[in-house]
């Protein structure tokens, strides 16, 4: 059952850390674990990148529009390319990853969308994406202080839990979006750890993660650690 990628039945766990950094994403195929040891199952993800792709010059703030990041986007990492914050490292790391154990990163500029479709051996009755990042209330700081504009959505409805300091969205028909707007902090060690939960009583075999920028704001990056599952 492991060799042809079919569920044995129950939850599963789904870990991006058994790939090495710098790995492609796109038509990669890997293990998933089950919770109660029941046989292995497969998961093969297809990453569909929009725009062009670039890199941030660390020494100046060149605009991004329109493209993603050629070193990072849809693979394995622990880091990120991003302009200007903070100013005195870059890539930069994702707190909660490391080399050694790595995520899947996405790193996009702005008017641009990076979409990942998860294909599973089997319908599943639900499924939850662990993010690293995405976190505030999407609006404008009097400060004046750098903001972010990036945005998450799934294609079955959804809610989302963890780390939603001031979020103005924590569910959504499928398709609706989460906004973050996350102003600049003196602390990067924390790990803003959210979840995205589907929540329907309809059987899918694929979910598809729509991560966008939509709005004017430098390049932006986020990291998936894990994904769980649960077949019928």
Do not use: H
């Amino acid at each position: 059952m492991a060799g042809s990628g079919r569920c044995g039945g129950g939850c599963y766990n789904y870990s991006f850390s058994q790939f090495a950094a710098g790995t492609d994403a796109n038509g990669l195929t890997g293990t998933a674990i089950s919770q109660v040891n029941a046989p292995s199952a497969t998961v093969t993800t297809r990453v569909v990148r929009g725009g062009k792709a670039g890199a941030v010059n660390p020494r100046s703030v060149g605009p991004s529009t329109g493209m993603y990041s050629s070193r990072f986007n849809g693979k394995m990492d622990y880091q990120g390319e991003q302009n200007g914050y903070p100013t005195s490292t870059a890539p930069y790391p994702i707190s909660g990853l490391t080399q050694a154990s790595p995520g899947l990163v996405l790193n996009i500029g702005y008017n641009t969308t990076t979409r990942v479709t998860f294909e599973f051996p089997v319908p599943l009755t639900s499924a939850s994406i662990t993010i690293l990042d995405i976190t505030r209330l999407n609006s404008t700081l009097s400060s004046g202080a750098y903001q972010y504009t990036d945005t998450v959505t799934i294609d079955q409805p959804w809610v989302m839990t963890g780390d939603l300091t001031s979020a103005n969205a924590t569910r959504g028909a499928a398709g609706a979006t989460f906004f973050r707007s996350a102003e600049y902090v003196s602390s990067q060690t924390k790990t803003v750890r959210n979840v995205m939960s589907t929540n329907t009583t309809s059987r899918f075999s694929s979910l598809t993660f729509t991560y966008a920028a939509p709005v004017a704001g430098g390049w932006e990056f986020l990291a998936i650690p894990s994904i769980s599952f649960c077949v019928a």
